[in-house]
């Protein structure tokens, strides 16, 4: 049964610790899908949820070099398809061979990749709230927080 969740973060820290609350309920070979603007929050909430797999290593946002791994209680693989505009780029970040790595794979910027993405991905859409640091957090799929 697909559920929807709605947060407020009040702060980058809210936003952490809601990831950190998704990663309970994550197991290997799941995707969680990232959605929304430059500067939401999408690396703080990925941050939170690497805290919560048991994650030592610093997260920072895999811009440049495409993708980021983590190894906590789980393997993480930390994707950014900010650059990524047609089906050859996808290719070239070995995106689908992720896929079946075993591990829990997170991504920004999945707009650009919606067509690729698994139909049972965690979706989770970051929005403007009222004020510069509130942000709406929306979390959809099988995986209630």
């Not at 047609?86 to 650009?112: K, Q």
Request: some cysteine.
């Amino acid at each position: 049964m697909e559920t929807s969740l709605t947060f407020t973060s009040e702060s980058p820290e809210d936003t952490e610790q809601i990831g950190e609350r998704l990663s309970g309920q994550l197991q290997s070979g799941e995707v969680v899908a990232l959605f929304g603007g430059m500067g939401m929050g999408k690396t703080a909430f990925v941050r939170g949820l690497a805290r919560g797999l048991g994650c030592k290593d610093p997260v920072s946002s895999p811009t440049f070099a495409l993708v980021h791994q983590y190894s906590g209680r789980c393997l993480l693989y930390h994707f950014d398809m900010y650059r990524v505009t047609g089906w050859d780029d996808l290719y070239s970040t070995g995106f689908f061979d992720y896929l079946d790595a075993g591990a829990v794979l997170v991504v920004e910027w999945s707009e650009n990749i919606e067509a690729a993405l698994p139909e049972d991905a965690v979706r989770v859409t970051i929005s403007p709230g009222v004020h510069d640091n509130q942000r709406i957090i929306e979390v959809e799929g099988k995986k209630a927080l």
